[in-house]
């Protein structure tokens, strides 16, 4: 029987219907025996604002789409033709209203403000109240994040390392608790570990990954030290960009985990995927040693998924070219090469009677080469099943504001082999 807890690495996960889960720059909070996923709901086209969506999960692994918790607006801020990016969404405790803070802009990133919506439940749909005041004024800034301390005071992080701390009722911000500790970072994602706080940032390069690295205070105030990098140099954070820390109960105690995204410009609603791995703090430091393409999130370990590997090697940047694979199980997982040089491919499921039952867009894309899972199937019932590869030849290019290019430079779609697992 496969553990239902286990967390897979930059792969698209399915949810109830075994569509892709279509959030990034996400946030995750834990109510009653739920957590929920709040996210940017992408396009696979255009890059513009079409709703927030939000996920709910027993497990951190078998996701349900509970719908748009926060949907296009008629006009204003988050209207037709605007950005809408990194939702953000605090608990208050005080007023039992769940408070949601976003970046929203024009569709050049020429228009930043902080924007503010509210709900009564958590899984309900958040009214958008316009911009979070400070002072009166708009917060004209872009990426942010959010933390909540242990005695619920809430603050907003801002790119370049401006921290906020919000009102009690988390719907203006009060005071500037720290300004520019940070300059030229951005996707500021915060945690507490005993009497220090942690805060991350990413370099400035758009949707390419780059070594994100954090600093660390005994006050949001500060002084701020910073410590550097996270994750192996070199290694793009894991070929990622940090985007919120969550604190996991596991093992009796409390465990940062890091959430990341790895973007997939264009096609960031199929392709764009989540890597989230557990923080080991030490004192004044944390690191994530090592990536674990699969971990279990009740046991905080690395694990491996049982089945019967065979080779499947096939590599080719030619439009329509494919490889099949046919197997006798309840799932199916695909290794490969991610790299500069590579593009999209189809990924196929069809049943015994020749049905399609599945569809996936894998985006072999790396700026540093890395083997590993590219997809991992839904579970099916046990069966005879057909996979299928299809180089599309489409890759990911895209460019920052000051025209800078990013990118794949050809379509390759390289597989190794496969691994059939059984649930019986
Ligand atoms: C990144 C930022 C993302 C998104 C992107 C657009 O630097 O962190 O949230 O705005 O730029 O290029």
Not at 107 to 123: H, R
Not at 290 to 301: A, L
Request: glycine residues 8%; negative net charge.
């Amino acid at each position: 029987m496969m553990e239902k807890s286990y967390i897979h690495n930059g792969v698209p996960w399915f949810d109830q219907k075994g569509e892709t889960v279509n959030a990034h720059g996400v946030c995750l909070l834990k109510e009653g025996e739920k957590y929920y996923l709040f996210g940017e709901y992408k396009t696979d086209d255009v890059n513009k604002y079409i709703g927030f969506s939000c996920y709910s999960t027993e497990n951190l692994s078998d996701w349900y789409f509970e719908g748009l918790a926060l949907q296009p607006q008629n006009e204003g801020l988050l209207g037709p033709n605007r950005i809408g990016e990194r939702p953000k969404v605090i608990k208050n405790h005080k007023t039992g209203k769940f408070v949601m803070l976003m970046h929203t802009d024009d569709l050049k990133y020429m228009d930043p403000c902080i924007g503010l919506a509210t709900c009564d439940s958590i899984d309900g749909t958040f009214e958008f109240q316009g911009p979070l005041l400070f002072n009166g004024e708009p917060i004209r800034r872009w990426d942010l994040g959010t933390f909540v301390d242990e005695d619920g005071t809430a603050y907003l992080l801002i790119h370049e390392g401006d921290i906020y701390r919000l009102s009690d009722d988390y719907l203006t911000a009060v005071e500037k608790v720290s300004e520019n500790i940070a300059p030229g970072g951005e996707s500021p994602a915060m945690f507490r570990q005993d009497e220090n706080y942690f805060i991350m940032f990413s370099n400035k390069t758009s949707w390419e990954r780059n070594d994100n690295y954090y600093l660390v205070a005994k006050d949001l105030h500060g002084p701020w030290v910073n410590q550097g990098l996270f994750c192996p140099e070199g290694s793009l954070t894991y070929n990622s960009q940090c985007s919120f820390v969550f604190s996991l109960e596991a093992k009796g105690k409390n465990v940062p985990i890091y959430m990341g995204d790895r973007w997939s410009f264009p096609q960031q609603a199929s392709s764009a995927t989540q890597v989230w791995l557990p923080i080991t703090v030490v004192g004044k430091t944390c690191l994530i040693p090592e990536y674990w393409p699969v971990w279990d999130s009740e046991t905080i370990s690395k694990v491996s998924i049982e089945g019967i590997e065979e080779p499947l090697e096939f590599q080719s940047n030619k439009n329509g070219e494919s490889v099949s694979y046919t197997f006798n199980g309840s799932q199916v997982i695909v290794f490969g090469t991610s790299d500069c040089h590579s593009g999209y491919a189809d990924f196929l499921i069809y049943d015994e009677l020749g049905e399609l039952i599945h569809t996936a867009v894998v985006d072999f894309y790396s700026l540093v080469p890395d083997s590993n899972s590219r997809y991992v199937s839904p579970k099916f019932p046990t069966g005879n099943y057909m996979l299928k590869v299809i180089v599309t030849g489409t890759n990911g290019v895209w460019y920052k504001k000051d025209g800078t290019k990013f990118g794949s430079d050809d379509f390759y779609v390289t597989l190794q082999r496969v691994k059939v697992c059984n649930e019986d």
